[in-house]
T-cell receptor
Framework: DQQVKQNSPSLSVQEGRISILNCDYT??????FLWYKKYPAEGPTFLIS?????DKNEDGRFTVFLNKSAKHLSLHIVPSQPGDSAVYFC???????????????FGKGTHLIIQP | KAGVTQTPRYLIKTRGQQVTLSCSPI?????VSWYQQTPGQGLQFLFE???????NKGNFPGRFSGRQFSNSRSEMNVSTLELGDSALYLC????????????FGPGTRLTVL
């Protein structure tokens, strides 16, 4: 059962426009969400995160929105640049009753292609 | 500050063999997590070690094991390799608190023939 879903395997956006990447989750215990970016032959790099007590977090060109009732989050990139072309992973974390850190549950990724 | 390093970068093994992968975290990071990435399943959490103890474990068979040393370096072992174990194995380190950012290494590409 896939707990974190990224339903668009790929997305093509024109340079300068807004890129919107979507992510849905099913586990109501998730309370911390992250976006990672991955280039080929490299490990994922952290982009931005959001706690479930917030509905928006912004960092430069990147904004993450969280809709807890819909169990949906999105990453907005404005304006999109050629260097943004990469695979973007949505990830979620849950604090179980036992406490302590938990591994991240990742979506399968969306390949963002920025067209010049 | 040096990033997360993983060795080897590429590995080819045959079915039934075992393999050990190594990860050196960022200096000062006490948590090391391991992930498996395959085209079909995406990135899946294997386990996390903190201060030499396994703190969390994903849903993988017992053939997958790991350990962490006192200097926070970690190793992952896979015994009795199967074709389906072919994947990119990623290691990530963090300071250790749950909300801390995880920094990923470049991964070890394992091919099982």
């Amino acid at each position: 059962d896939q707990q974190v879903k990224q339903n668009s395997p790929s997305l093509s956006v024109q340079e300068g426009r807004i890129s919107i990447l979507n992510c849905d989750y099913t586990n109501s215990m998730f309370d911390y969400f992250l976006w990672y970016k991955k280039y080929p032959a490299e490990g994922p790099t952290f982009l931005i995160s959001i706690s479930s007590i917030k509905d928006k977090n912004e960092d430069g060109r990147f904004t993450v929105f969280l809709n807890k009732s819909a169990k949906h989050l999105s990453l907005h990139i404005v304006p999109s640049q050629p260097g943004d072309s990469a695979v973007y992973f949505c990830a979620a974390s849950a604090l179980y009753s036992g406490g302590g850190a938990d591994g991240l549950t990742f979506g399968k990724g969306t390949h963002l292609i920025i067209q010049p | 500050k040096a990033g997360v390093t993983q060795t080897p970068r590429y590995l080819i093994k045959t079915r039934g063999q075992q393999v050990t992968l190594s990860c050196s975290p960022i200096s000062g990071h006490r948590s090391v997590s391991w992930y498996q990435q395959t085209p079909g399943q995406g990135l899946q959490f294997l386990f996390e070690y903190f201060s030499e103890t396994q703190r969390n474990k994903g849903n993988f068979p017992g053939r997958f094991s790991g350990r962490q040393f006192s200097n926070s370096r970690s190793e992952m072992n896979v015994s009795t390799l199967e074709l389906g174990d072919s994947a990119l194995y990623l290691c990530a380190s963090s300071l250790g608190a749950r909300a801390d950012e995880q920094f990923f290494g470049p991964g070890t590409r394992l091919t099982v023939l």
